[in-house]
């Protein structure tokens, strides 16, 4: 606790007015409620990303709710007991439910999920369940790689051209059942898509492109003070807390510092030739980075 209320201190100092907290599974984080009422006390908007398992256990979520964060975004992973155990280790899936029920009564949240290998043929389930807990928006991304304990972790990914047809297949159903409330965080070229496709996302207001990294609009805290480009990013940390920075001041130097800026610059350039001259580039910005880091882009990405 008190490294996250020195962090605290930090961002305060940095003019920063919301927090995202996020996991792993941040209320298995036993200061969570303690740390909301300090971010309440220091005037800064906080929002949780959770499961929302715990909440599902009466004793929890009647604290909780006495300091709650100001935003809940609910995380959806499973679609079934059987998936539930099966992908998130989550024993009762009931309890999920009505988890889930009880955050999108109180806060009006809507349900993510994550278009991954394991849930790939069931996104029509998985909406029925957000439907079923009561969310009246959804929002869906692709799996990203991420890089932790030296390894790559890939094991949710699922091939570009997979992804495209799963998702461009169950689009209408889930749509007709959200009404339209549907926001799609594309993370992928938008040239691997079929172009009617993006043309009605965009129309409707459904396509969210480009990352907090990408658009330089957040901070990621690690739980070690690590300063990370990406929560997906653990393994290369920007800074880290008394080593590289130990103030707002000292942060936004080490941000401006050559070596920084070149690291963004190289993360954040364009992952083919065809990205330069694309109408879509400002939009699309190649999509994720470290989508490159497992996929040969030359070979993926067709040019808008
Ligand atoms: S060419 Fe590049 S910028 Fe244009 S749509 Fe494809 S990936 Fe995005």
Redesign the pocket.
């Known amino acids: 606790m008190d490294l996250a209320l020195r962090l605290l201190a930090i961002t305060r100092d940095m003019g920063i007015k919301n927090i995202t907290i996020i996991g792993g599974e941040p209320t298995l984080w036993k200061h969570l409620m303690e740390f909301n009422v300090e971010c309440r006390k220091a005037g800064i908007k906080t929002t949780l990303v959770t499961n929302a398992y715990r909440f599902g256990n009466n004793d929890y979520w009647r604290q909780y709710v006495d300091k709650p964060n100001d935003k809940i975004g609910a995380s959806l992973k499973a679609f079934s007991s059987d998936s539930a155990m099966r992908i998130a280790k989550i024993h009762d899936f009931e309890i999920l439910k009505i988890g889930l029920h009880r955050v999108v009564s109180r806060f009006g949240s809507g349900i993510s999920f994550v278009c991954n290998s394991f849930v790939l043929n069931d996104l029509l389930p998985l909406a029925k369940v957000a439907y079923e807990c009561g969310a009246r928006s959804i929002s869906i991304s692709p799996c990203t790689p991420s890089f932790s304990k030296g390894e790559v972790d890939t094991s949710g990914m699922v091939p570009l051209i997979d992804l495209v047809e799963n998702i461009v297949l169950q689009y209408d159903k889930i749509n007709d059942l959200f009404a339209g409330q549907l926001m799609f965080s594309i993370k992928t ?3 691997i898509w079929p172009k009617d496709f993006i043309e009605k996302l965009t129309e409707r207001g459904q396509l969210r492109t480009s990352c907090q990294f990408q658009h330089r609009s957040g901070i990621i805290f690690g739980p070690k003070g690590q300063i990370m480009a990406c929560n997906s990013m653990a393994d290369f940390p920007i800074g880290i807390i008394d080593e590289n920075y130990n103030s707002a001041e000292s942060l936004i130097k080490l941000f401006n510092s050559p070596t920084v800026v070149a690291n963004y610059n190289y993360i954040n350039s ?3 030739e ?2 330069i001259d ?1 109408p ?2 400002s939009l ?4 994720c980075p470290l989508m490159w880091a497992v996929y040969n882009a030359k070979e993926s ?1 067709p ?2």
Request: positive net charge; charged residues 10%; hydrophobic residues 30%.
């Open positions: 070229p938008l040239c364009y992952p083919s065809l990205c694309c879509k580039a699309c910005r190649g999509g990405i040019g808008w």
